[in-house]
């Protein structure tokens, strides 16, 4: 099967999981692009072991002007009609928006928004564009892949005539690979991952400014365009873009995860923390609420930074955290998310004798995915 991978932003969740789902691809013996913008923060390689049946090619996608995007739409259109893929799979609104309006008919095409941009909220000319933009995709794919059953939600609210739920996974929650818990001489409580209007970063800088005198606080990661300045004025450590193994090794010292989200889909974020037994508190949205449950959300700025500071002062309530957290991570491991997306690509990629036997068959698959 040829397949043909397509992230926008490659220094973020994304790349992740497009990377761990391209590699274990090629394993198998599928021949697979990974076409991907490159940002400041790329790391080399994106972060991949060279491999067999596995080709990387940087598009034009440094940023995201409309020059840009266009430039990129046609890069991706002649890279398509060179490898001539089975199926296609678009990672995050811009890959999906430009790759339903450049790539022409052929291939089943997979959109997975990682995070509808709409669901920010607050009206406007923007959140009004972004939900256009969905609808658009989502009617110009043959399915929506939701990382998580809040985002399956809103891909039917959108018009998705088929959606799957994949959740998202990660390697270090694999069977036999969890890593060890670190010893935490002090109490640490961090943000992590890139800095933008997605991660409050006012509100956290409040929530975390707040907790400085009673543990070391700071952020684990970058903001492309000055994003950080509520943390650094607030006397917030932000640490920069880090190697991915150091950042998480930052991690694994704090006691406590802020993942403080007006949206998402499934933050990789959360799942590097259960990975490390790092208690997460999260702002009390549907994808976060679905991932750690009800006890750990939280409604506003007060409610967070008081329940941080039970975690901090109560050894039985952070163990009882980390507990319910063991539990729920079982079903976050990689081989196990890699799996399922490379039967769906089978399953659209076959050729059936029939049109209508292949698509009741595929709805009959879908449907258990929601049960």
């Known amino acids: 099967m040829r397949i043909l991978e397509v992230i926008e932003a490659s220094g973020s969740g994304t790349l992740e999981i497009a990377g761990a789902i391209a590699s274990r691809a090629a394993r198998d013996g599928h021949e697979v692009t990974l076409a991907y913008g490159e940002r400041p923060e790329t790391p080399p390689g994106l972060g991949l072991a060279p491999q067999a049946g596995l080709e990387l090619v940087a598009l034009p996608w440094a940023d995201r002007r409309p020059a840009t995007q266009v430039a990129a739409g046609r890069a991706l259109r002649r890279l398509a009609a060179h490898g001539r893929p089975d199926v296609v799979h678009l990672h995050s609104s811009f890959a999906g928006l430009v790759g339903s309006v450049a790539l ?3 291939a089943p095409r997979v959109f997975t928004p990682h995070a509808w941009p709409s669901a920010r909220g607050g009206g406007g000319i ?4 972004y939900g256009a933009a969905e609808r658009w995709i989502v009617r110009r794919s043959d399915i929506v892949g939701a990382v998580s059953h809040s985002e399956a939600a809103l891909a039917s609210q959108r018009g998705a005539r088929r959606v799957v739920v994949v959740p998202n996974g990660i390697a270090e929650l694999d069977p036999g690979r969890i890593p060890a818990p670190r010893e935490r001489p002090e109490p640490v409580v961090v943000g992590a991952g890139r800095i933008g209007a997605q991660r409050r970063p006012a509100s956290s800088a409040r929530i975390l400014a707040a907790l400085a005198g009673e543990a070391r606080v700071e952020w684990i990661g970058g903001a492309p365009a000055g994003e950080d300045a509520p943390l650094v004025a607030a006397g917030v450590p932000v640490t920069g873009w880090l190697p991915r193994a150091e950042g998480l090794d930052r991690l694994a010292e704090a006691t406590a995860l802020l993942h403080w989200s007006s949206w998402d889909g499934q933050p990789l974020a959360i799942l590097e923390a259960f990975a490390r037994d790092v208690v997460v508190i999260a702002s009390d949205i549907p994808a976060n609420r679905e991932l750690v449950g009800e006890r750990q959300v939280c409604r506003d700025e007060a409610q967070a930074i008081a329940l941080l500071r039970r975690v901090l002062t109560e050894p039985a309530l952070r163990e009882a955290m980390l507990a319910d957290q063991r539990v729920r991570r079982e079903e ?4 196990r998310m890699t799996l399922r997306w490379l039967e ?8 059936a004798p029939v049109a209508h036997e292949r698509d009741a068959t595929l709805r009959r698959n879908i449907e258990r995915s929601w049960s």
Request: glycine share 16%; hydrophobic share 30%; no cysteine.
């Open 126 to 129: 923007s959140t009004r564009f």
């Open 344 to 351: 769906l690509y089978g399953r659209l990629a076959a050729p």
């Open 332 to 335: 976050h491991g990689a081989e």
């Open 104 to 106: 022409p008919p052929g």
